[in-house]
C-alpha cells in the first residue's frame, strides 16, 4: 500500500506531534525515496527506522536534507528564514525583523567556513559540537 502526502501528513502528525506544513512535506519528500509522489511500504520502513533507531549522523543528514529546501546540497539564508518564519509566526508574534535576526545568529554559528551558506560539513561539524541544532529550523523528527 501506498501513502498519498496527506494522508502521510495525518499519520505523522498524530503518531509525533508534527504539524509544520513546510517541514511535514519534506519530511515526505525525503521518505519518498522514489519521488513518486507516494510513500511505500519500504520507503516508511526506512524513514521509522531512523526516526526511531538512526544513529546521530544518519538523524543529522535527514535534518539537513530536510532543511535543504531546493536540494542544491546547501541550506540558504533565504530557505532559513522561510523555515523559521513558517515555525515561529505560527507560534509567537515574531516579526520579519525578528526572524532576519534569527536567521543571522543561525548562520553564524552553522556556517563554519564563512561562505554564506551551509554546507553538508558546516551542518555536521556545528550539530556535532551542539545537538540542540540539529532542530534549529523546526521539528522534523519525532
Known sequence: EKVDRTRFRDMLADAFEIDDSLLMDRVFRCFDA?????VNFEEFIRGMSLFLKGKFEEKAKFC??????????????DEMYQMLKNSLVRAVDEDEDGVKELVEI????????HDGRVSDADWSGAVNKETLLLEAFGKCLP
Open 106 to 113: 543561525a548562520l553564524k554559528k552553522l556556517d563554519e567556513d
Open 34 to 38: 522514489d519521488s513518486d509522489n507516494y
Open 64 to 77: 539537513f536534507r530536510v532543511y535543504d529546501l531546493n536540494g542544491d546540497r546547501f541550506i540558504s539564508k
